[in-house]
């Protein structure tokens, strides 16, 4: 349950994540402090999958794209044929991303999110998220939000910061639920994007998806994309794996502004995932984590930090939101 | 000067503009409006080049490149040579805009504006804004906005609408005083891109800039550039030119929800510059002007509706700002 007086943080276990969260929002935003940073230069930044919502058993727009796929293959069956249609099906991530330029997730991505427009992408992806369950926690997806990253997100938003999505995954897909899930405007969404094509059609604008200037939004684009989309170097960054390494450097190293970093370790095999120091992508040890402790950044131990995980779990035992809450999240 | 209270559009003169700006703000602000727009839907975009400052002789960047130029030769004289960098030297717009591609002005712009860190960019937009002077005004070219338009940015924040810029413009230039300015955090400017480089140097993470992808944000790349920043459709839209014509298009026709268009039409040139119904660049008929009457915008003769036109005149005539606007801009 989201607390609104006493503890911002209640489903954080007392000790020293919770602790290092609370001494730095005091030391950038209590008046008077020599560490005071102006609201306007209070920009955080937000990696998505495995850091506000879990990525396994694949990330969840893999999920989205690869029930989509079936949609296309009732379509066209002869798609079946494809040896990077049939990996895809088969779940089998590492193979779509093999080779130069992720060739198969390329091709799963241009079968399921181009040649449509913005408008009917967004209706599929609503659709899909009141459809689909995910395999292990049978609920929708978009239920599946870390409860605790929920809390760090409302409490830096009532002290003035400006919460960013910084992703890997598609702004498209994306866009469609985060203000209703997350109180972050779409505005507020830095991720991977194609152009679109503009034309004024009888029945109005349209604009088409394409897979054209693709830009991947992850390691070292991170950064890049937070330059093109928001154009201040952000204070705090929050990220889970070494696709938010270089977002981590970007905003904690020779910072003149104080800064804070942060990563979710998954270490919780029984209520979500242990997939501990292992880069999910490239089995390699996972050197943001490794490199956390010279750094000063923050390592939550999601086990042990964590007294709930999931913020439907609180809804659950609570049905029916407190009404501020609701303001809160609609404004 | 910016009134506090009664009139908050004292610079526009009684008359069909102003109050057309008035019912349709009444009209989607209203509670209880059946037009009643939501706070997160009141997205707000401006074009800036002719529409929130003159675009006159050059557009300003143009000229902030070609004093930068100079600074080139001066590394290497045998630049001279090359007839685009004349044209350029010469002011010569028209030629550098010749061709497929834009080819000159690509070729100034990577001279000018490629291979430097954003961090010493920003440094020298910085500078050239203090020691630069506008030809024929003489004074810094960030002292040349329009004080109707500025009224009109506050108007509407004040009614909740979040203002944009979505311009032709580099983002990396606009970025750099628009907080100032116009008090539009720099997360808020939609405009021209290129990719920048990220690396993590011995003094920290450098991002250098690069003419790779660029991103025109202009005519047709607006309404593309709004989905991909921004993310919704805006549903108030202010322009000049016909680089603004598509824009005006995607926020006004078959929006599902209440929406204006408002075009700045230049027909003063004792005060500013008369440039009346012809494209700059084409010299074709500006075809946004032609389509006014059809689609409903509000064309602003700014002879007859605005009685001053630069944000420095009322500075002038009282150079000590209210302090409520003080406070106002730097929030």
């Not at 390329?106 to 659709?127: I, K, N, Y």
Request: proline share 8%; with cysteine.
């Amino acid at each position: 349950m989201l607390s609104t007086t006493g503890d911002p943080l209640p489903s954080w276990n007392e000790g020293s994540a919770k602790q290092a969260i609370f001494t730095y929002i005091a030391r950038v935003t209590r008046a008077g402090s020599p560490d005071f940073l102006p609201p306007p230069e209070r920009i955080a930044v937000f990696d998505n999958d495995g850091t506000l919502w879990p990525e396994h058993p694949l990330p969840f727009q893999a999920a989205f794209a690869i029930d989509e796929l079936q949609v296309c293959i009732a379509r066209q069956p002869k798609l079946v044929e494809d040896p990077m249609v049939q990996a895809a099906l088969a779940g089998d991530l590492a193979r779509l991303l093999e080779g130069p330029g992720y060739a198969g997730l390329m091709q799963l991505l241009a079968l399921t999110h181009a040649g449509t427009s913005v408008d009917a992408f967004r209706s599929r992806v609503e659709e899909w998220l009141v459809t689909a369950r995910h395999p292990r926690f049978g609920r929708p997806y978009d239920a599946l939000t870390y409860l605790p990253m929920q809390e760090l997100l409302r409490y830096l938003q009532a002290h003035h910061f400006k919460n960013f999505i910084v992703s890997g995954g598609g702004v498209d897909f994306m866009r469609v639920w985060v203000e209703r899930v997350y109180g972050i405007p779409p505005e507020q969404v830095v991720g991977s994007t194609a152009r679109t094509i503009f034309e004024l059609g009888a029945a109005g604008p349209v604009l088409t998806k394409t897979m054209d200037y693709l830009f991947v939004n992850d390691k070292g684009g991170k950064p890049v994309g937070i330059h093109q989309f928001i154009g201040r170097r952000p204070t705090l960054c929050c990220g889970n794996s070494d696709g938010d390494h270089e977002m981590l450097q970007y905003t904690t190293i020779n910072n003149p502004r104080p800064s804070f970093g942060l990563i979710v370790h998954h270490t919780d095999a029984e209520r979500e995932y242990a997939y501990a120091a292992r880069s999910t992508s490239t089995g390699k040890l996972v050197e943001a984590l490794a490199a956390a402790p010279s750094r000063g950044w923050c390592v939550v131990d999601m086990k042990q930090d964590w007294n709930t995980i999931f913020a439907t779990e609180s809804l659950m035992a609570d049905p029916v939101p407190p009404p501020d809450h609701q303001s809160e999240r609609k404004v």
